[in-house]
């Protein structure tokens, strides 16, 4: 069987200057991610352990470093699905904890429940051990300061009947973090996809993204296994990572199938947004509609790739 592992670390437009550290983040979570798989641990190890050290980099937005709401708080968004029984957990809305994709993981492991959220996620959080943890930088709280009143966020749409905060990133990227994602397979040809977020800058508080809601933001089942990335609004539209696999089940190809959802999602919104995917048989894609979209990826006996943004 072969195993293959995808990780991305957002799609928007990056920093000039930043490309070395998202290429360095993401291609060593890749490769913690393989030690896992190669020793023959499953695609749901691989993929938390990927995600976490992409939560732990202060240079993406989720975990450590995650962008501030309205109010100047950070609230994370995370699921973790497995294809084996749709196994899924997940949480919205959560504060101050080191490594949101844990929770969601624990979220499917310990309870009945797919998602917590808001207080009682916080709650769950601390009885499963997951320590106060402030996970603002002082860059983000420059940020967010400096910024926040530049910005019309939520109230209306511009006059190309866009939201006016993606038109806000354009113009301003280095608010761009971007969210974090991992996608595995593993020697027992289960698929894994896990994302996190701390979701779009100044968003409004309570705000609940497209990354934990299964089938939109993130999707595993038989056939492929994705996660998505940009602005959420249009991926809760779209069920992007459910329409992936969806795709693939009939009979299109990863890559085709990524490719159709994101020519869609183009026609009908616009939308600034990215995917990674894994097919049954380790086929991986990466695509985006955005300026860049660092990702990185093996599959098989191949070295591992980490790019930016997709060769066009
Ligand atoms: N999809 C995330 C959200 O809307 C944001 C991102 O990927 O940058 O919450």
Request: proline fraction near 4%; glycine fraction near 12%; include cysteine.
């Amino acid at each position: 069987m072969t195993i293959a592992l995808v990780v991305h670390g957002g799609a928007g437009s990056w920093r000039p200057g930043s490309d070395a550290d998202a290429i360095a983040g993401t291609t060593a979570a890749v490769a913690a991610g393989r030690k896992i798989l190669e020793a023959g641990g499953s695609a749901l190890d691989a993929a938390c352990a990927a995600a976490v050290i992409l939560e732990d980099n202060p240079i993406f937005n989720a975990g450590t470093g995650a962008v501030l709401n309205y109010d100047g708080e950070v609230e994370f968004d995370a699921c973790v699905m497995v294809a084996n029984a749709a196994q899924v957990g997940a949480v919205s809305a959560l504060k101050r904890v080191k490594n949101p994709i844990l929770v969601a993981r624990q979220v499917m492991e310990e309870t009945d429940h797919v998602m917590l959220t808001g207080e009682g996620a916080l709650r769950f959080a601390r009885v499963m051990g997951h320590a106060d943890h402030d996970p603002i930088t002082p860059a983000r709280l420059e940020d967010w300061r400096s910024k926040r009143e530049t910005l019309d966020i939520g109230v209306g749409r511009d006059a190309k009947g866009s939201m006016k905060i993606r038109a806000f990133l354009r113009k301003h990227p280095e608010y761009a973090g971007g969210t974090i994602g991992a996608v595995a397979l593993d020697a027992n040809g289960v698929l894994c996809a896990a994302t996190s977020t701390a979701g779009v800058t100044l968003k409004l508080p309570g705000r609940v993204g497209d990354t934990p809601l299964p089938g939109a933001g993130t999707f595993a089942d038989a056939f492929a296994a994705s996660s998505a990335t940009g602005t959420g609004e249009y991926v809760i539209r779209s069920l992007s990572c459910r329409a992936i696999s969806q795709g693939v089940a009939d009979g299109k190809s990863l890559d085709a199938s990524v490719a159709a959802v994101l020519a869609q999602m183009t026609r009908d919104f616009d939308a600034d947004v990215g995917f990674i995917g894994i097919d049954r048989h380790g086929n991986v894609a990466a695509q985006h509609s955005t300026a860049h979209m660092p990702h990185a990826w093996f599959s098989g006996q191949s070295d591992i790739v980490a790019r930016m943004s997709t060769p066009k």
